[in-house]
């Protein structure tokens, strides 16, 4: 009898201490080149979407290939992401951090390859 | 087993933010050389929760209403090596002894989020280059003993590996190393002192 008082009770406070159950929060990066003139919806659009990392000292990597002689590297820590352009004219890199992230952000820009083609980069918060 | 030092030398990268206090157990496998002199194999492991890390800590305080866990934190160690010691009074009932091993070393830290299914797991490699420890053998009987000990290691991390999902996203080189150690408490159980 007074086990199951016991056991009642416990319950009772276990389930009254509790909030709604919740997830890791998530901060992301969608990045997107097109080619300057395609559509973003065309299939030579190249995309991807890194999510930062929640544990100190983890990293993410993520690579995104523009054509045969440009690339953007993507590394993201729990506090920031850094792009990085390679075989690129004008913009080498940028850094962004989780609280831009976090407050919503958006940029976009333009670089061209070495070979000469020219790309439209969009950068956002929210992934497509 | 308590963390001290820094896992890397990033900002705010201690070896305690990322992992708990660590309870564990260390093998040991050799033979006296002399009549004072121990050499001999060790391997051990060691198991956790999460570090003192606030965003972390914060994520892994479970606060539902479905008693489960939506979001578990784990931590561990592996370690394995050489060692040598050096006891002072090898005949007797109560024998002091000094040691040093050296050998690598394994960490790892996990976070699951059991609601969106994501496991995020970061591991790093490095050496232990000295693992000095103190102790009183007790000799029971004539081939037990029972020793108390000290210990305290230094060591290195130099490769960092994680994982989403049990996928590799990253596994590279740690750019700015840091020492860190360990300080051991434990009880050992010696066959054949």
Redesign the interface.
Known sequence: MRLRTRTLILVTV??CA?????????SRLWFQATPSGASSASTAARSTCTEL??????????AVSLDSGASAAI?AS?DAVSLRFSGTAGLEKRDITRTQLDAGYADSFQVRSSAGQAYDISLSSTCK | MVPVGDASGAPGDALHQRYSDQFGMLLGLGAKVSEAIYVGTYFGGSFGTNGGDTRVDRACTDRDDNLQNDISCGSGTLRAGLELEYHFQPAARVDPWLGYGIGPEFATQSITDHVRAVDETTSVTGWEYARLAGGINFRLARAVGLAPTLEGSLGQFNTSRTELNSVKVHDAAIPDRALHGWITVGLRLILFP
């Open positions: 276990l389930a509790c909030t709604n159950p919740t997830g890791l929060p998530h990392p929640e544990l100190l000292g983890s990293v993410i990597d993520d590394s729990r």
